[in-house]
């Protein structure tokens, strides 16, 4: 008797899995990896570009016949798709907390109370606070560290401790304030004890990092500190290959510079970094 109703609860399990496919991903076509130009070591799709940036290239040309990605010219289709290639398998775990259809949003408010809650990678179990991001929302400088520490996970917005009174001072020196730039992590939640991330917390949640850029849609990104430019940019140089060129993340200029915190620790490159914040503010007015 048990089994005779078995064939009738598949059915219906498949139905309510269609059901929840179309609502998230709606009719649209979605296609492999290799047609979005490539793979990367781990096998996705390879989105990011490493190499130095020629001096014509800075300054906004383009060489003939190169072309650059641009976030605001994704089409939806490979935006859909590669949301579903992220989360295959996983984007209906009820676990995670999160709206799925948080790629949806248009604004950053809206992505924020649509991920805030999440709890895809143990960071989730361990935080006290999701710390989002703050900042101007149409700002072309977007700050971005590896992860909060433990003021920001205290209060849920990023550099509000001693590293972050150091940030604002060394935004005044360039005439900028908190409130014109955006400021955020690549991890949305405090490691413990301050440790490194991790891949599989950075895979979990860069495509939050993503939306935020493609909702910002800002010029100039300043990675502060090694662990976030290596992390952002796939690549193992040192901080001072980094801070010597200028590169591309989805489309938008990446400069490279110490952390504040970095500096509290070690005075002797204020210097360096001074230069670094001048360049970065050259470069900011060009573009």
């Not at 390879?46 to 010219?73: F, N, W």
């Not at 917005?157 to 955006?182: C, H, M, S, T």
């Not at 010597?244 to 210097?271: D, S």
Request: hydrophobic residues 35%; aromatic residues 6%.
């Amino acid at each position: 008797m048990g089994n005779e109703n078995q064939p009738e609860k598949v059915l219906k399990d498949v139905e309510l899995f269609l059901r929840q496919q179309a609502e998230l991903f709606g009719d649209e076509t979605f296609l492999p990896a290799a047609a979005k130009g490539g793979e990367s070591e781990d096998g996705t799709a390879a989105t990011v570009e490493t190499r130095p940036l020629q001096s014509d290239e800075i300054k906004g040309e383009s060489h003939p016949g190169k072309s650059e990605p641009d976030l605001k010219q994704k089409s939806k289709t490979i935006r859909v798709a590669e949301d579903r290639e992220l989360f295959e398998g996983k984007v209906l775990n009820p676990q995670w907390m999160i709206d799925p259809h948080w790629y949806e949003s248009d604004s950053l408010a809206t992505l924020d109370s649509r991920v805030s809650g999440c709890k895809k990678c143990q960071l989730g179990s361990t935080r006290k606070n999701f710390v989002f991001g703050v900042g101007n929302p149409n700002s072309k400088l977007v700050l971005i560290g590896e992860a909060p520490g433990a003021d920001e996970d205290e209060k849920g917005e990023p550099f509000v401790g001693r590293a972050g009174q150091l940030l604002n001072k060394i935004l005044a020196a360039v005439q900028l304030r908190r409130e014109d730039v955006y400021i955020c992590n690549i991890l949305k939640c405090r490691p413990p004890n301050n440790r490194d991330p991790i891949p599989d917390e950075v895979e979990a949640c860069e495509p939050f990092l993503k939306k935020q850029l493609e909702i910002i849609k800002p010029k100039l990104i300043l990675c502060l500190g090694r662990i976030a430019g290596q992390t952002l940019l796939k690549t193992n140089v040192t901080l001072t290959e980094l801070r010597n060129n200028i590169y591309l993340y989805e489309g938008i200029k990446v400069m490279v510079t110490f952390h504040p915190a970095a500096l509290l620790r070690n005075p002797n490159w204020k210097r360096p970094a001074w230069e670094d914040v001048q360049k970065m503010r050259k470069l900011y007015d060009e573009l």
